[in-house]
């Protein structure tokens, strides 16, 4: 065991880790419960955000640890006889907008061969 404390992320505010190295061990103990049960609401709420897009066709989509593996079908130009296409992967997470907002960035990791 160490004697000294552990070190946050950079990624969290200042204040943040200020303000939870305060807690008493109850305290922290109900801030993990409270971020667990966080993370979860997130996740779904991520799941319910993604559809398809019309002629698309969402094969498969599963949870994973900080995205969302999404594999669609997708439709292409008019007079196509080989629509939809794919099936492609994609990896789906949430982003900030500039407005505060969320929005679903979508990043395609490549053709899936099945």
């Known amino acids: 065991m160490t004697d000294e404390a552990p070190e ?3 990624a969290l505010p200042s204040s943040l880790v200020e303000t939870v ?3 008493s061990d109850h305290q922290l103990r109900e801030l993990m419960s409270f971020s667990g049960d966080l993370l979860q609401y997130h996740d779904e709420q991520l799941l319910e955000d993604i559809e398809a897009n019309p002629g698309e066709e ?3 989509v599963e949870k994973r640890d900080g995205y969302v593996e999404v594999v669609k079908a997708v439709p292409c130009g008019e007079d196509c ?3 939809p296409h794919g099936p ?3 990896h789906v997470r ?3 907008t500039q407005a505060g907002e969320k ?3 979508w990043e395609f990791i490549g053709r899936v061969r099945e």
């Open 81 to 83: 006889a080989g629509c």
């Open 21 to 23: 190295r305060e807690l």
């Open 94 to 96: 949430t982003a900030p």
């Open 103 to 105: 929005r679903l960035r």
């Open 88 to 90: 492609y992967l994609y």
């Open 58 to 60: 969402l094969v498969r």
């Open 8 to 10: 946050p992320s950079p």
